[in-house]
């Protein structure tokens, strides 16, 4: 077996495939626990900052755990990066500047 190299001796080009092969293995393993009903799925969470996304998340969570559900819960987010005041989301806690 071949010593894996160190990763400040990759070239960007090879940190790259490296990432988008863990990628690959993260998403086969999901989907075949998936298969395997070993996850539950929640709605997908459309927020506008990912801290009210995973805000949204906790509340469903809690709700799907209080109706009985004790897999482990996976939910997709898509983050627009634009606050909407009508889906919850606290204009107080909205980032005034770049994270």
């Given at each position: 077996m071949e010593k894996m190299r160190s990763i400040d001796e990759l070239s960007p080009d090879a940190m790259r495939a490296l990432v988008a092969e863990l990628e690959r293995e993260a998403t086969r393993r999901r989907e075949e626990k998936l298969a395997r009903g070993e996850f539950a799925t929640g709605p997908t969470i459309i927020a506008g900052h990912p801290r009210s996304a995973q805000r949204m998340q906790d509340e469903?969570?809690?709700?799907?755990?209080?109706?009985?559900?004790?897999?482990?819960?996976?939910?997709?987010?898509?983050?627009?990066g634009v606050p909407r005041l009508s889906r919850g989301e606290d204009a107080e806690n909205w980032p005034r500047s770049p994270i």
């Open positions: 469903l969570t809690a709700t799907m755990r209080k109706a009985g559900e004790l897999r482990e819960i996976l939910f997709d987010w898509i983050i627009t």
